[in-house]
């Protein structure tokens, strides 16, 4: 059967209607077969009824014996014995017994046939016909009948009826075959449309011609075309509505299989677990849920076809957090009606959820707050003023309990004209929406009449309307028997006061100090007589902090108010400040105390006001004469300096001259006079230098560094230079050093080495006999120097004078050991800014241990000390070729004369473009190294770098820059410079960067190539001539730092400073004209030049000050530039005056 299913419905049709047709003729073929049957029945039953009735005719006369054979006879000749018709007879009495029988009669007798039957399936019919005679049975004749020819009738019949049915059939088939093809064209057709409809093409539509039935086939498949395309074309747009609610939707959708399988979602729902798309697909419920007992009975009863409405539960996002989603869900039926999934709608409540959660602990903190305050608080509603809420404290004043207050009304417990009263304003206050403040309102409770002050309010509705009225009364009863009591005890200290002020007036007037009082609810200030005095008001004058304001003087007021603002907080009131009564300017102090309630906070302020006029006159008039006396002391200092500075030019003539005659000299007389004259002349200058090192300590000019240095070596050092003198008055002399002391120390070896010189040639000049020890050693963080000698000793006078200056002790130790009597002062001095100390113990005749403690800390060493000196000074660039950018030529001098110095060849240019033309006329090969200033005119000094490194990457370019900022090195690099020195540069820095780029070994610096061990050092010096000693000092400039940059050749420095002043003598003036005329560039490029000469010359204060106004041009602030200019334009002046002096020297 699903064989026949599966074949064409045209072969269906066919086999169908050929089997019907067969079945019909099968039908027919048998109905024929059995209606001759039945007409061969009934024709056998008459010929056998006709034939019985012939043979009872026959039979019935022949019974007798006689007529026996006459009978045998008779049926002898009845059986025919050609196979047909009757073959055999029998005759049978009424016992059965057989009587006479013809041949071929069977035995035993077969069946006999039943003519009410059908036929036997065989050849021979048997058959029984009764004999009667009158009616009764006598016998029976048995006879067999061949019905063979009946048969063969038959089948030929049947024969030629099935020849006519296969001709019927055939013509019907042939019939069949035509119509089948007629209508399978056309349902053919039907079937292609109906295909064409299936696969989305919606405009198709069957022929409707053909017969009437498939014309209406073809007219219902067109209508029900046009319904699926309709009905498309609205399912398509349903979709697209829903496919963009679903995607568009900020609500989180997911849609899962009956596996609980994630198989779509919006971007909502991605955002809200935190996977991507692909992450979730392949993810189930059960990786997400985090409450998966509430979760799946849910599930569960989705999958029956069940919904979820409001659910909540909780999920874990992608980053492990927990959040809380409400939950609606629905089963996805398919058509059906099978449950295939689920849909859900999630929205994250986590936030909502705390919200609520803070808002529901809000609402029972302020239902415990409002159970807990000691108010009573009710509230009524809008309509007919019951009690809703009363709190415990409500209670507890109207003596019952809530349940029996909640409902009711003022009318329920209070008299009817007081519940009149309470009604009367509650309806006020409702109308109105104002609050409503009941000072005093006695109520009747079971304690007793209490006295209420009751505050009334309304809570509106979301819609402004008026809900409830709220009330809030305070019990006052005691407070105001405290009041009554009070104001009794009041009355009474007033007239205590009245006395007492009597007494408070007369002292204050004669002390010159009033007093006042304040009260901070109404900024009323109260008066003494004396205070009224003081400013000038008369007494009784009603004044308040608005009025004292007024008082303060101007310049005096923001200071005042605040310290009373801080004094409201808690602060000291205790302030100077001045006055103005009628013109005149008065100076007070005032003085005052707060007075605060429980929480702190101020009520009144008691205070005290003096008149201080005089007392401050006095105090300035001795400010005024300690400034003219620091004012004559620095006068005093200067005049010294100066006057040092004078004499030390030609003393150095002096001494050079002496040491000159000294040495040509051929007489010993002459040799002996310069010797007196150099040996007075050195005395002269070491008090010309005591004097100035002096004036520099009381100038505060002086400043120590904080520098690594080794302190067994600067010991040995300073002792070295007094050894040879102990020795010479044949003291002894040891020095002592702790094991513990550290090798390398932080301090200011300059200044230690003097402190301990100057102690240790006191120690050997005021010792005659005996010997000098120095000790070192560490106490905690201080390293004390101990010199002690068996000189002459001191008393305590001589110790409580021994640092001032110009004093020795006595004048007779001036006169016997000369001296000025300055170096303990400034080694005290020295000491002090070293942030130690200098203590003596001594005895007279005895001797005297001085004992110098510093904190010197250990530190690391420097490098440069760690490194092997060359054997060779002045050529550590010997033979090396530099080619040096530099737009400004005083820098160009000082760049020649170091980098000549040390054995370079030096090629300049003046900007980026020269240099570019110097390479190409040179050739690169004929210098090692650059030095770029990286700012100059035309071209600067970065793009000539990368213009260098275009046409060659091996010539090493280090930046020359007076920018000292961390991102000036990274420009300089990006550029393509190797590194960079900044300026003023340092010589050994610089020459360090070119050796480093150049592959040699970092030199040592000057100072330790032309150091000299102080062992060696004997007791002769050599001093330049004068015209080679650069002066002590000269304003705005640090020789010192100048100096070490020229390898402290003087006569190179001089033609620098000099240099300086020729060419930027108008620099201050053109800078002040730039930013007049708000050029502020030109301003910039002129400041960062002078930053760089300045510093190149030892100017620093100048250069810092020409740094800030470059700082702020960059930033185009004019204002901030304009304001740097009186002082650059100050230090400018100081040094150009200076170098002028210098010039004329």
């Known amino acids: 059967m699903s064989l026949f299913r599966s074949t064409s419905l045209r072969f269906q049709m066919i086999a169908g209607i050929v089997l019907v047709l ?207 395309a309709e009905r498309t074309a609205a399912l398509q747009e349903s979709e697209r509505k829903y496919r963009g609610i679903f995607t568009e939707s900020v609500t989180a959708i997911y849609i899962f299989d009956r596996d609980k399988n994630f198989i779509d979602t919006n971007e909502a729902g991605i955002e809200l677990l935190g996977y991507s798309r692909d992450e979730l697909l392949n993810m189930s419920i059960p990786e997400v849920d985090a409450d998966h007992g509430a979760v799946q009975p849910a599930q569960e009863h989705l999958l029956a076809g069940g919904r979820i409405v409001n659910f909540e539960h909780r999920l874990v996002r992608k980053d492990g957090s927990t959040i809380t989603v409400l939950n609606n869900s629905r089963p996805v039926i398919d058509s059906d009606g099978e449950v295939t999934g689920m849909q859900s709608t999630l929205i994250d409540v986590t936030e909502r959820n705390k919200i609520e959660h803070s808002l529901q602990d809000r609402e029972q903190e302020l239902d415990t707050i409002i159970e807990n305050i000691p108010n009573m608080l009710f509230i009524k509603d809008a309509k007919e003023l019951r009690f809703v809420r009363f709190n415990q404290a409500g209670e507890t004043l109207l003596g019952m309990p809530r349940k029996d207050l909640i409902g009711k009304n003022d009318y329920d417990f209070f008299p009817q004209e007081q519940a009149d009263f309470f009604t009367e304003k509650d309806r006020e206050v409702l109308e109105s929406g104002k609050q409503l403040d009941i000072s005093e309102e006695p109520i009747e409770t079971p304690k007793g009449t209490r006295i209420l002050h009751t505050r009334k309010t309304v809570i509106r509705g979301k819609n402004g309307e008026a809900k409830y009225l709220l009330g809030i009364s305070e019990d006052i009863t005691e407070r105001k028997r405290t009041e009554q009591e009070l104001e009794s005890h009041r009355l009474h200290l007033e007239e205590l006061v009245a006395e007492r002020s009597a007494s408070l007036a007369r002292a204050e007037t004669i002390a010159h100090v009033g007093s006042w009082h304040v009260d901070m609810a109404d900024s009323q200030l109260t008066w003494s007589s004396e205070t009224c005095h003081i400013f000038g008001v008369p007494v009784g004058t009603q004044v308040s902090l608005t009025d004292f304001a007024g008082f303060v003087h101007p310049d005096d007021s923001d200071r005042t108010m605040a310290a009373w603002r801080d004094a409201m907080k808690g602060a000291r009131y205790d302030i100077e400040h001045r006055i103005l ?88 007389e002459s040799r002996g006079r310069f010797h007196h004259i150099l040996s007075s002349g050195q005395h002269l200058l070491g008090i010309l230098n005591d004097i100035l090192d002096l004036s520099k300590l009381e100038s505060g000019k002086v400043k120590v560094e904080n520098q690594p240095f080794r302190l067994a070596e600067t010991v040995e050092d300073t002792v070295s230079l007094v050894a040879s003198q102990a020795g010479e008055k044949g003291l002894a002399f040891s020095l002592h050093l702790d094991p513990a002391l550290p090798a390398w120390v932080a301090g200011d070896s300059l200044r230690l080495r003097q402190v301990l010189l100057n102690l240790l040639s006191n120690a050997v000049k005021f010792t005659e006999e005996g010997e000098v020890q120095l000790q070192i050693a560490c106490q905690g963080e201080l390293t004390c120097f101990s010199v002690t000698d068996t000189g002459i000793g001191m008393n305590s006078e001589q110790i409580s004078r021994l640092f001032t200056p110009f004093d020795q002790g006595d004048t007779s130790t001036t006169r016997r050991f000369g001296g000025t009597g300055l170096g303990l002062a400034i080694s005290h001095n020295l000491a002090n800014l070293m942030d130690g100390h200098i203590s003596v113990k001594s005895e007279p005749d005895r001797g005297s241990t001085f004992t110098l403690c510093l904190p010197l800390m250990e530190t690391e060493p420097e490098v440069e000390h760690e490194i092997q000196k060359p054997e060779k000074t002045g050529s550590r660039l010997k033979d090396i070729h530099v080619l040096a950018a530099e737009d400004v030529e005083m820098n160009r001098l000082i760049l020649k004369d170091t980098l000549e110095h040390e054995g370079a060849h030096v090629v300049f240019a003046e900007n980026g473009y020269q240099a570019l033309e110097r390479l190409k006329e040179w050739g690169v090969t004929a210098f090692d190294i650059v030095l770029m ?41 990006a550029a393509g410079m190797v590194e960079h020195v900044t300026k003023p540069f340092d010589a050994d820095e610089l020459i360090a960067a070119i050796l480093r780029q150049l592959k040699q070994p970092k030199p040592a610096t000057v100072s330790e190539v032309h150091s000299t061990p102080a062992q060696e050092a004997g007791p002769k010096q050599v001093t330049q001539s004068a015209a080679e000693t650069p002066p002590d000092s000269l304003p705005g400039i640090d020789l010192a730092d100048g100096l070490q940059r020229l390898r402290g050749r003087w006569p190179s420095y001089k033609k620098v400073l000099l240099m300086f002043r020729q060419q930027h003598s108008a620099s201050a003036d053109k800078m002040a004209s730039l930013l007049e005329q708000g050029d502020v560039e030109e301003a910039r490029l002129l400041a960062h030049r002078l930053k760089g000469t300045c510093g190149n010359v030892g100017a620093k204060r100048l250069s810092e000050q020409a740094a800030v106004i470059e700082a702020a041009c960059h930033a185009n602030d004019l204002e901030k530039a304009a304001a740097q200019m009186p002082a650059f334009h100050t230090s400018f002046e100081e040094i150009m005056d200076g170098l002028a002096m210098l010039d004329e020297g």
């Open 581 to 668: 009564v009628e013109g005149k300017v008065k100076w007070v102090r005032e003085r005052a105390e707060m007075v605060c309630d429980a929480q702190g906070q101020p009520i009144t302020a008691h205070g005290a006001v003096q008149d201080i006029t005089e007392h401050k006159a006095a105090a300035q008039a001795m400010i005024d004469a300690k400034e003219r006396a620091e004012a004559a002391a620095g006068a005093k200092s200067e005049f010294l300096a100066n006057m040092s500075h004078e004499i030390r030019t030609p003393l150095n003539a002096v001494l050079g001259l002496a040491r000159m005659g000294q040495r040509d000299s051929k007489e010993s």
């Open 22 to 228: 067969l079945a019909l003729v099968a039908v027919e073929t048998v109905s024929i077969r059995h209606a001759m049957e039945l007409e061969a029945v009934e024709h056998l039953r008459d010929e056998l009824w006709k034939t019985s009735k012939l043979l009872n005719l026959v039979v019935v006369p022949h019974t007798t014996p006689e007529g026996m054979e006459t009978l045998r006879a008779y049926l002898k000749e009845l059986v025919t014995g050609d196979g047909e018709g009757i073959v055999y007879l029998a005759l049978f009495d009424e016992q059965n017994s057989l009587l006479l029988q013809t041949r071929d009669t069977p035995d035993p007798m077969p069946p006999v046939w039943d003519q009410s039957g059908p036929l036997p399936d065989t050849v021979l019919v048997h058959a029984v016909q009764p004999i009667l005679l009158g009616g009764n049975r006598i016998g029976a004749l048995h006879f067999g009948l061949d019905i063979s020819s009946i048969r063969e009738t038959h089948a030929n019949i049947q024969r030629e009826l099935l020849q006519l049915q296969a001709g019927g059939l055939g013509a019907a088939l042939i019939l069949l075959i035509f119509f089948e093809r007629r209508i399978n064209t056309r349902l053919r057709r039907l079937m292609l449309a109906s295909q064409a409809l299936a696969v989305g093409n919606y405009s198709v539509r069957a022929p409707e011609s053909g017969p009437k039935e498939l014309a209406q086939l073809a007219r219902d498949f067109n209508r029900m075309a046009d319904a699926v």
């Open 933 to 973: 200033d990286v700012q100059m005119p035309l071209m600067d000094g970065y793009e000539a770098t990368r213009r260098i490194h275009k046409f060659t990457s091996a010539l090493p370019v280090i930046g020359l820059t007076a920018h000292a900022l961390g991102e000036e090195r990274q420009h300089c690099l």
